[in-house]
């Protein structure tokens, strides 16, 4: 199967490229009956959709979604679900001086190599647009998780060097949304603002974390040996758009320790088997046990930045690369509902995948 | 597809249980008319067996591989190539007394969640034996790799706190394989047994870091958008026991920075295009761009250890557990082969992927 | 995967249901850089059309195909070539009193088992309005085709019990798209448009075979043990909404056969090995031999008839059905561009597949 | 996925050479907690196995299965189930002199085109040897079966000219293990053991027909638009050494047939609703509707056979090539099983699949 599709049983496939007509994805082995909130799902495109803020792209984009097939009366078929959002703001010319040359740290060149054509209207199929129609797909796992009260939550916990230093349990997640940057520590979110807007004004960009919580999964979700939950996870997040790193539970700081500071004790609370600590991220061999699953994913900064740069052209000559117009300083508040959208596909697919684990 | 298989067109399944009679693997899609130097593979095996030293587990197997199809007068025949690995230590009598119990930080109780059922011998399919199969299938890869000069080379960077602070071009790759711990710097690596070896006095355990580097890759693998290299690189090192964390390129360190720090600037070498540096890790877009290739994986501390530990068992009665016998104080060293045999079979797949990327 | 895609590396994913808003195709895999020739696509389209002539049923479609990405300057990109085609004649009056009955023969009683839930207007997904989404896949499927010279031909060869005696070879199959029925021999064309005109008279329907040759195949397509290229073709027809059968080569008369009668003796023609004759229909062991591969299709006499029939409701009353309006009284002339057209994508896929046959 | 694997959730691979050290099949996919009955798996092999009777080939092989991994205690654990089977009767040198040489209507041609290298001892992997793999996975999925009360029967229905006229229902199929063709006609069934023995004398073979039934299929099985319950029957029947037919319900018969004479009428019996007639056989719209299955398939007279004929070498020089030895006049006997195995494949593989059509 080419790559262009994801997940086993809850299967998307998207399609579309910045400066197409159209994006847009098909959600192939949604189970029948599930009641769509088409409202629910615009919303979560709304969180996503460029010029939401003054620290995002100021690129205008409606991204009503429209879903096509696969919803008769309100409710799942079984029928593929397609949706499509058409694009509004398509004009060529922005592109024209760029067709021959190949912008650092973007997916010009690799993908011109690889395909020997290169689409350069905005980046093509590499635009992180293509994320938008992962949200509609994102939106409709939601709802399947929503009836086994799975609940996914997202936020920034880092800009740059302003980083959150709170864990997700010292924090109402909630506050994330009463932001424009998407981090649940009104103190922190400022800074983060700040240092946003000098990026924007520098015509720079900047990095940072999302981290995300979920909540009620119920054990012996994930398939070993290779669909491991985390592994899944990690593939779905380093599959987004300038993510370069994916930690769960301990993660990174677990490797420093020694096993009798890291294991998770078992107990039993009021008659459920829990773990004292969660060092595992809710995952144990693959499988999830129950806890609360956390993860931290890490995003470069954007490679588009108003600078002049060193470059090459197609003919390999060395060129100064000037960009101009719109550009998104921190994508990171938009990424948000990204990584929840793939969080949601992960966990959905295993739900499903785990209802033939015993006879 | 259920979860014992990897890759799509370098496919494998692996088979078996730790305790069992035998573990294997099968790899479909290897091409026809590769030569197998059995002893390279057996070599691989070699540095993954346990008892190789005085820092590893002292379990006894000697993980002698036959190949037992797919190959007719020492050459693939594109039939599947099956390989098995007889299981010489597997007494019962070791693991009785885990039966009823979990042990923390163990896939115990998620196994036997999802399962209804539980093999309690040494973890059963959640032991990391199963890693000797994917280390077989790594070593085909790296043989079918090494037509296109692809070469991988990892290497233990971490061990708790001990941190080999030099990046990878400022080091011999070649001395890793110079010392028990597989550092490839000398005074680095004293530090490094030095620690195993309290740690295995004190019964504990250690997590770590591995590097590699794959050099030498064509530009052009990877598949947009959800089989992007690094995202199955990923997923492959996160499928690997204990693991909690991957990076590639500029990693978690690269979302603190500016964009203009982070981006690589194309340049004229010679007449080859490369970019002047690699915070991109020789992957943009997904897809490889020439440059080299690294990342880094996070192990946990292993879970086994020689300590009285708080648990449950499965009436859910709150119990201490003690383990006594072998354990594998760090497993870092051990695991420098499978996470070049994993990043060895996502190249080859990716190799044959890519075949047909253009007209 | 769930059940809405065909084919590994030439990989289609359909959607759509009859009363929808529009039907369409994610074809992913496609090599980058092939000529793309929409009015080609649109041809293939105009062949399988409602309402091309007097013996087809009359609902009105135009059925414009309209390309939404994957496409650059007239050629494929690598990235996913989407396609829609909108439904025009989506009236949903016309099937709201079978909206609790099962008609039978048709999929409403056993989706509505699998379901729970039914989109009665017009079969929704389980209408051969889906099978125009194939068509244009195998449009795409075709110009890639042509690449290699493969040629692939379909015609009806039996409608009803008016049979067409003679083998493909004695044939002049361009004859095919000269009359009405897509019956390369005029004479049988006549009789066949006969029972047709007559069928629809009565209000009833007739089944039929379609025979399919696909010429200049390169040798070495099909993968061994379960993918055998006959095994793959087979599927792909009957995928096709009404068949229920499928034969290659000597097919169901080869069962009566002795072995020195039915097997194919290789013989050197100008250096060329082939065979003398072709009862293997160009394939052994599942693995193409570079003869012609042919096989016959047969198709049940489509469900919808004007007369009344017995069948239940959803409350399991006995009922008298009775539909008026439009038929179609033999689906074979328009079936002859869908046996093609999934006959192309196998191909095609086998072809992308078999690049990695050999190191 | 390469091809040596079939089935989505329940999903097996298949590895070994005719004359290898071993043939084998791993499982991945079948729940845990069912209960492995090994002698039932190890007669269904006895049902296949060479030298059964005087009809068969004479080669001896005891097909003696193991069950290597997956299983503890008797019951499945949800790890891959890996079992294999020792050859025993490997002597290269029986097939020495055909090394360059292709046999007609062997895959000799093919796979040496294809893979450029050729196990030519018995045909390597192209041996129907492989089938013995697909039985052991087969009676695991009719141990599955069991739990649904599915109940899979096959049969001889024809050899050569030798037809049997009777309908299923006509018959007791029991009757068909009672004797060595599996006829379940026993005047019929001498005829047909009568003319085997003919072919056996001339050094010749013969082709034939195997029906078979599938009853108590729930309601609700196969997966729309491609995966279509009999696409994947067809699939798997199609991958057979030596099919070259299927038909599923009216078949090629049905193709002569009016739609009002096809159609089944839906009818309420004692609250359950039926068709009157089967013509469908038992499933509409690629969906089971709870009415028994049947089908039918046809196969080749086997390649093999004691006569001179005509052919080429490696060289492409016209030769003539005669074996002696032990050869099967007719493999249909010991081709029962093998459909039965892979029909409770696909039975299983959707039983799985179908948990998930309603939320």
Do not use: W
């Not at 792209?57 to 058409?86: L, Y």
């Not at 302003?162 to 400022?190: F, M, Q, S």
Request: charged share 25%.
């Amino acid at each position: 199967m080419p790559g262009n599709s994801f997940g086993q049983l809850f299967h998307i496939t998207t399609f579309g490229e910045s400066h197409g007509e159209m994006i847009g994805v098909v959600i192939d082995g949604c189970p029948a009956g599930l009641e769509i909130d088409v409202g629910f799902v615009q919303n979560e495109l709304d969180r996503r959709k460029p010029g939401q803020s003054s620290i995002t792209t100021q690129r205008k984009e409606s991204d009503m979604v429209k879903f096509v097939s696969g919803i008769f009366n309100g409710k799942t078929t079984g029928a593929p679900i397609a949706a499509i959002i058409p694009n509004e703001d398509h004009k060529e010319r922005d592109y024209e001086n760029l067709k021959d040359k190949y912008r650092p740290s973007h997916a010009d060149y690799s993908y011109e190599i690889k395909y020997g054509i290169r689409d350069h209207r905005g980046g093509g199929r590499s635009s992180a647009r293509e994320t938008a129609a992962r949200v509609i797909a994102g939106g409709i796992a939601k709802l399947l998780l929503k009836k086994y009260n799975v609940t996914i939550a997202a936020y920034v916990s880092g800009v740059g060097e302003i980083i959150l230093k709170k864990n997700y349990a010292e924090l109402n997640l909630k506050n994330a949304e009463k932001n424009i940057v998407r981090c649940p520590d009104e103190g922190t979110a400022k800074k983060m603002i700040k240092l946003i807007e000098a990026m924007r004004n520098e015509g720079d960009s900047v990095g940072g974390i999302i981290s995300c919580v979920i909540k009620n999964t119920p054990a012996g979700l994930g398939e070993p040996a290779f669909d491991k939950l985390h592994a899944d996870l990690g593939k779905a997040m380093l599959s987004i758009n300038a993510v370069h790193g994916f930690e769960y539970g301990s993660g990174f700081s677990g490797a420093v320790k020694k096993g009798s500071q890291n294991n998770d004790a078992f107990s039993n609370k009021k008659g459920k088997i829990i773990t004292k600590t969660n060092f595992s991220g809710g995952i144990q061999g693959g499988i999830s046990n129950g806890m609360d699953i956390y993860f931290n994913v890490a995003f470069k900064p954007v490679a588009t930045i108003r600078k002049a740069q060193k470059s090459v052209n197609r003919e390999k000559e060395n060129i100064i690369l000037e960009t101009t117009g719109r550009h998104d300083p921190c994508v990171l508040p938009r990424a948000v509902p990204i990584v929840e959208a793939m969080a949601a596909i992960v966990l959905a697919d295993h739900l499903l995948r785990n209802k033939n684990s015993k006879v």
